[in-house]
């Protein structure tokens, strides 16, 4: 097999795990999961416009108990994935560099994606 | 100028890094603005879900912004993914083969939604 002289990214064991490198992990791991949750929407969308009885199909599973939780991954994937993309946007508009303000701005959406997640789901 | 316009005609799949990097940015920023007004929109048709959105997407503006989400979407994570592949597969040829593999999923999951959410409002 033919290899590019590139070198590839050092694989994720090689690191000791500390918070900053935890959350972005965690954005690539969420940011997957909402790729394979598009699969889904449009599965839903095709459905709701051909097939009402696929539609029912999803919303009944959706609204038991798996569903739920897969629901309540999702959005909590999604809102952690939109915080720490902001975070990444900052990042790139040259704020927030100094690693005290790294450690607290990733605190920061850890913990308000939680309160989101919880506020949507038992409110 | 002439080097942002270039950026801008590739979408990010050209040779260019830069390229890619810059229309990960430019779809992230928009998603952000567009699910926001989506979330504010959404909770007004939540009781019967089904036909207050058949109502809603008939609006073409709603229609146009749904299907610029869709494309905003798909084409974010096909960049991630990418990148993904870019960082951790050696192999060129498995690489390339990847690629277009995901680029093959991600433009079928588009033209789907598309078309059934063209279909729904029509």
Redesign the interface.
């Known amino acids: 097999m033919k290899s590019s002289n590139k070198p590839l990214s050092p694989h994720l064991q090689i690191y000791k795990p500390q918070i900053t490198s935890i959350l972005s992990i965690s954005h690539r791991f969420t940011g997957v999961i909402l790729f394979f949750f598009s699969f889904l929407i449009c599965l839903w969308l095709f459905s709701m416009a051909f097939n009402d009885r696929l539609y029912n199909l999803i919303n009944i599973f959706f609204s038991g108990i798996i569903g739920r939780t897969i629901l309540f991954f999702i959005t909590f994937s999604f809102s952690y994935h939109l915080l720490n993309g902001t975070r990444h946007l900052l990042w790139d508009l040259g704020y927030g560099y100094k690693i005290k303000n790294v450690y607290l701005s990733g605190l920061f959406i850890i913990l308000l994606s939680l309160v989101i997640n919880i506020y949507l789901w038992f409110f | 100028m002439i080097n942002f316009l270039k950026k801008i005609k590739t979408f990010g799949f050209g040779k260019n890094p830069v390229s890619h990097w810059f229309w990960q940015?430019i779809t992230?920023?928009l998603m952000?603005v567009i699910?926001c007004w989506l979330i504010f929109v959404f909770q007004n048709l939540l009781n019967n879900f089904?036909e207050n959105?058949y109502i809603w997407i008939k609006n073409p503006l709603n229609l146009i912004l749904f299907i610029i989400l869709i494309i905003l979407?798909?084409h974010h994570?096909l960049l991630?993914?990418l990148n993904?592949f870019e960082?951790?597969i050696?192999?060129?040829?498995?690489k390339r083969i990847s690629s277009i593999f995901v680029k093959f999923i991600s433009l079928i999951?588009i033209s789907?939604?598309v078309?059934?959410?063209w279909?729904?409002a029509h």
């Open positions: 940015r992230a920023v952000i699910f089904q959105f979407v798909m994570s991630g993914i993904i960082d951790y050696h192999s060129i040829k498995i999951l789907i939604s078309f059934s959410v279909h729904i």
